[in-house]
């Protein structure tokens, strides 16, 4: 059974080492821990303050391609250097590794494919309010749109088995954390949540460069998240909503007409026609939405198969290279 730690980096000479002293090397249940860096474009010492530690694997690209897809490189680079269980963890040392045992505990007694570990939140005194509030809120959507019970959403504290890392797909190029959350729900896999501990802040969030901006792209992610994984719901209800305010002026004119006084409300029936035309589109967007959303499933579920026939393939090579010598 082996255990590979990533850490995707984009800069993180000042706080990587202290990342790594905390990282365990034994983990009960695992027989081998590796650790693994996805270097994402960083120009600083990232990558020789990670050798200089003990990385056992180093993953670089020449430019900045953003945290979702670190992640996701860090999640292929795993399975093909032979994990069982990946663990992720931040590079600046906000997760206590001394909670990684627990957080694999329940994928080694097979009660689950994903583990997310839960923050403390109300405790994070370095936190603001307006964080904690939206914390709160995303972990709600998410709850809403998977139809799992995750308290801490965005939490990136998260291990996984091989098979579910080879399921994931992340389509947002700002964070990971939602979707993979949302996703899991929706192929039904086992994600449980336990309670892990936080570190003290090393450095201000790469993710929040101010309140403002932070809330405006998380609302965009909590926007898009029920647009791409609950269409129908997402246009359908507002469109039966609409439908229903231009009914009513619709029946006003229809009553005047019948009982000989329609002249003078043609306003109401040009209210209602808008109306009822608007709520007509967004019902059939939302129908369209889901037709594509089916589709989306069966690709997703074509690429995991052949994600998984070319691993056991390179799998194979690498045994034949391995016997000829």
């Keep these: 059974m082996k255990l590979i730690i990533q850490i995707p980096c984009y800069n993180e000479e000042k706080t990587l080492a202290v990342t790594l002293a905390a990282l365990p090397r034994q983990v009960p249940g695992v027989d081998v821990v590796e650790w693994l860096i996805v270097d994402d474009g960083s120009t600083d010492r990232t990558v020789e303050v990670a050798r200089a530690h ?18 996701m490189a860090g999640l292929d680079a795993s399975i093909r250097r032979g994990a069982d269980i990946i663990v992720n963890t931040d590079a600046d040392n906000q997760y206590n590794a ?18 997310v570990g839960a923050r ?11 964080k904690k509030l939206l914390q709160q809120l995303g972990s709600w959507v998410v709850r809403v749109a998977s139809k799992t019970s995750i308290p801490d959403a965005p939490s990136g504290f998260r291990a996984m088995t091989r098979d579910a890392a080879l399921r994931l797909n992340v ?12 996703q899991a729900g929706r192929k039904n896999m086992a994600i449980t949540s336990v309670p892990v501990r936080t570190n003290a802040d090393l450095r201000p969030s790469r ?12 609302l965009f992610t909590i926007v898009r998240i029920f647009m791409t994984y609950r269409p129908f719901r997402f246009f359908a209800i507002p469109g039966l909503f609409v439908f229903l305010i231009g009914a009513v002026p619709a029946l006003r004119f229809l009553y005047f007409y019948l009982v000989g006084n329609g002249t003078g409300h043609i306003q109401s029936l040009l209210f209602s026609v808008l109306f009822l035309g608007a709520g007509a589109f967004l019902v059939v967007m939302g129908l369209i939405a889901d037709l594509i959303g ?13 994600r998984d026939l070319q691993l056991r393939q390179d799998r194979k090579d690498h045994a034949a290279e391995e016997a000829e010598k």
């Design 207 to 218: 993710l929040i460069h101010s309140i403002p901006r932070y809330i405006q792209r998380s």
């Design 98 to 115: 001394d909670d990684i045992p627990a957080l694999v505990a329940p994928i080694l007694r097979g009660e689950a494919e994903i583990v």
């Design 54 to 71: 003990g990385v056992d694997h180093v993953v670089r690209v020449r430019t900045n391609r953003g945290l979702a897809w670190a992640f």
């Design 120 to 130: 403390p939140i109300t405790d994070i005194e370095h936190w603001s309010l307006s």
């Design 171 to 182: 389509f947002n190029d700002y964070t990971y954390t939602l979707e993979t959350i949302i």
């Design 294 to 306: 089916v589709n989306r499933t069966l690709l997703e579920e074509v690429r995991w198969r052949l």
